[in-house]
């Protein structure tokens, strides 16, 4: 299933829970309610919504076909589909996230709209923008956070 079939079977809510998922599911409640303040932050900041944000190409690791969490992201997305909401081992992302995405958990990120794994970022193979980052980044779980 591609990133267009995908936005066009599911909403915005739904696209936000698989996307943290996918990108934080073994992270701390802090670290997931981080990562859904970012892509919150960059659907604000683009106007386009929740899954353009998403699925946006090369944004999210996990959407990328090559990544090793697509494969589970599409078998989420197949039981989202067929109806069935109530996956119990994602009982806080879902938690997380609806109350992300409703606003009544504030964000922690200071407005971030990027953020790479801690490992990465240390690392010699991070991206150009991160070597000399505009702000101060600051660290939630295992990932490193980047002001706007």
């Known amino acids: 299933m591609t990133n267009e ?25 802090e670290g997931q309610i981080a990562v859904a303040n970012v892509i919150m932050n960059r659907a604000k900041k683009s106007k386009k919504g929740v899954k353009d944000a998403c699925l946006a190409h090369k944004q999210f690791s996990c959407w990328n076909t090559n990544d090793s969490n697509r494969l589970l ?30 606003g009544k958990i504030n964000d922690n990120t200071k407005k971030s709209l990027n953020y790479m794994t801690t490992k990465l970022f240390r690392s010699d193979d991070r991206p150009d923008w991160a070597k000399i980052p505009s702000t101060e980044p600051f660290e939630i779980g295992n990932h490193t956070f980047f002001t706007a």
């Open 73 to 102: 992201l599409e078998r989420l997305t197949d039981e989202i589909m067929r109806g069935h909401h109530n996956f119990e081992f994602y009982r806080q992302i879902q938690y997380v996230v609806g109350g992300v995405y409703e």
């Open 5 to 29: 079939q995908i936005k066009k079977q599911l909403n915005d809510f739904e696209v936000l829970f698989l996307t943290v998922v996918g990108e934080a599911r073994g992270e701390p409640v």
